[in-house]
């Protein structure tokens, strides 16, 4: 009985979850993006995430000219799925309503491959790739212990030492995309101006203003300041209430 009951329950938070999405598409192509926003905003309460959801919620935000809530949502979809190809051309768009003009310090050297290479699939992606890269490696083991002929076990053998040598790439690629996500931490200025600090308090001259919509990434917390960088490399701190982190 309790079995039955927790079943109903999921089908019907997932009924709701549906219907609020579907909902919120029929608002926006009316036109009605304040009530799209909501219809949308309702499926993240029942904690039903997706990068569609985001994308959409982030264009519902974009017709209502609020460009930070935009940019974050087209964040949040990219960052559950980074091959949004609509998602990443949206951001573009909104980005260029932002008022700040911050250049990106371009990475160079060996480091800029490894990243460009493992950046091309999500850590879960990679994850996947070795899981059948391993069942592949299993089945070429099999068919080289039960092979009678030396043609076909020269064949499974080289076949193991190919599968072998992209499976550590794939789990290092794994691995090395798992860092980056865990240790990048994006944020979005939410307010429509903040003040970026040299030092950790209240007082002082800011050394420089960001403005709505600007991205940043996070660094060590104190009380209610985060020290951030921006994408040139220039660093400083800012009140915790002025941006909103991506993930």
């Known amino acids: 009985m309790k079995n039955i009951l927790y079943i109903l329950l999921l089908t019907t938070q997932v009924f709701f979850a549906q219907s609020g999405f579907e909902k919120g598409n029929e608002l926006y192509k ?13 499926v993240l309460t029942e904690s039903k995430h997706s990068s569609e ?12 000219n609020k460009v930070a809530p935009s940019i974050y949502n087209y964040e949040k ?7 949004n190809i609509d998602a990443i051309n949206n951001l573009k768009f909104a980005q260029k309503r932002t008022i700040d003009e911050i250049k990106v310090l371009p990475k160079v050297g060996f480091a ?3 990243r460009d290479f493992t950046g091309i699939y999500h850590y879960n992606t990679w994850a996947w790739i070795s899981v059948g890269l391993a069942m592949a490696f299993l089945l070429f083991f099999v068919g080289y ?8 076990k020269r064949i499974f053998f ?4 190919v599968l072998f040598f992209l499976i550590l790439i794939s789990v290092s690629s794994t691995i090395f995309e798992k860092s980056h996500f865990d240790t990048e931490k994006p944020a979005i200025v939410f307010a429509e101006m903040a003040n970026v600090k040299s030092e950790p308090r209240n007082g002082g001259q800011p050394i420089f203003v960001l403005h709505e919509g600007t991205k940043v990434y996070v660094g060590e917390t104190i009380g209610k300041w985060k020290k951030v960088q921006l994408t040139d490399g220039t660093e400083g701190w800012i009140e915790s209430s002025a941006i909103k982190e991506v993930k």
């Open 77 to 83: 979809a990219l960052v559950l799925n980074p091959n």
């Open 112 to 114: 800029k491959l490894i």
């Open 158 to 161: 080289f076949g193991m030492f």
């Open 30 to 42: 009316n036109g009605e993006f304040d009530q799209a926003v909501q219809a949308y905003e309702s």
């Open 145 to 152: 212990y039960f092979s009678q002929i030396t043609l076909s």
């Open 53 to 64: 959801l985001y994308f959409n919620l982030g264009n519902a935000y974009y017709k209502l």
